[in-house]
T-cell receptor, first 113, second 115 residues
Framework: NAGVIQTPRHKVTGKGQEATLWCEPI?????VFWYRQTIVQGLEFLTY????????DSGMPKERFSAQMPNQSHSTLKIQSTQPQDSAVYLC???????????FGPGTRLLVL | GDSVTQTEGQVTVSESKSLIINCTYS????????LFWYVRYPGEGLQLLLK?????QKGSSRGFEATYNKETTSFHLQKASVQESDSAVYYC????????????FGLGTTLQVQP
C-alpha cells in the first residue's frame, strides 16, 4: 500500500499565480480531507469529500480556494491568485469511512513569493 | 467550536526518563469526541500514534499511553522511559462528532530526547 500520495512535494509560485495541488487517497478509502499547516495557526481543516461528493468546506477561505474530487482516485486543491499568506504545508488525508482513522500524505509545501 | 490545547511547545527529556505531554480539549458537542495522538518523526509524514474512542479508556502504542478523562477533559500522553528515537513532534487531536469527523489539532509539542 503506497499510502496517500501528494504531488508536488514542493511548489514555489509568484504572487498572483495559480497553484494546483494533487492528492491520491489510499485505494478503497471513501473519505478525503484537506488540511493546511502554518507556524501560527497550526493544522487547520479545509474541506472534506465522501464518495467524491463535497460534504464540508467550512474551513476553506471563501475566495480563491476551491477543491474538487472528479474521481475516487484523486482530489485537487486549487488556489487562484496566490498570496504570500497562502504559504503553508497542505496535507491530504484519507480514511476508510466516516470516523475511521485518517492517514496523512507527506504534504505539499507551498511558498508564494 | 471545538478546540485542543497543548501547553508545552517544546519538551526536553533525558533518555530513559519519564515523559508527560499535556493535552486538554473543549467541545460543544453532547457526544464524546474521539481523541488521537499523531506524531511526526524527522523527515516523515504525520502518522497516528494512538487513539481512544471511549471515555475512560486508555490507548497505548510503542510504549506510549494516554487515558481519555472526560471529567478533566484531558488526554495526556505518557511514557515511562523515553528513547532518543522518540524525538519528534506530537499532536493531540479531537475528532469532531457529526457528519464530518474532521480533526481539530493542538499546536503540537516538540520532544527532544537527550542521550
Amino acid at each position: 500500500n503506497a499510502g496517500v500520495i501528494q504531488t508536488p512535494r514542493h511548489k514555489v509560485t509568484g504572487k498572483g499565480q495559480e497553484a494546483t495541488l494533487w492528492c491520491e487517497p489510499i485505494s478503497g478509502h471513501s473519505a478525503v480531507f484537506w488540511y493546511r499547516q502554518t507556524i501560527v495557526q497550526g493544522l487547520e481543516f479545509l474541506t472534506y469529500f465522501r464518495n467524491q461528493a463535497p460534504i464540508d468546506d467550512s474551513g476553506m477561505p471563501k475566495e480563491r480556494f476551491s477543491a474538487q474530487m472528479p474521481n475516487q482516485s484523486h482530489s485537487t486543491l486549487k488556489i487562484q491568485s496566490t498570496q504570500p499568506q497562502d504559504s503553508a504545508v497542505y496535507l491530504c488525508a484519507s480514511s476508510l469511512g466516516l470516523g475511521d482513522t485518517q492517514y496523512f500524505g507527506p504534504g505539499t509545501r507551498l511558498l508564494v513569493l | 467550536g471545538d478546540s485542543v490545547t497543548q501547553t508545552e511547545g517544546q519538551v526536553t527529556v533525558s533518555e530513559s526518563k519519564s515523559l508527560i505531554i499535556n493535552c486538554t480539549y473543549s467541545t460543544t458537542s453532547i457526544a464524546y469526541p474521539n481523541l488521537f495522538w499523531y506524531v511526526r518523526y524527522p523527515g516523515e509524514g504525520l502518522q497516528l500514534l494512538l487513539k481512544v474512542i471511549t471515555a475512560g479508556q486508555k490507548g497505548s502504542s510503542r510504549g506510549f499511553e494516554a487515558t481519555y478523562n472526560k471529567e478533566t477533559t484531558s488526554f495526556h500522553l505518557q511514557k515511562a522511559s523515553v528513547q532518543e528515537s522518540d524525538s519528534a513532534v506530537y499532536y493531540c487531536a479531537l475528532g469532531e462528532a457529526g457528519n464530518t469527523r474532521k480533526l481539530i489539532f493542538g499546536l503540537g509539542t516538540t520532544l527532544q530526547v537527550q542521550p
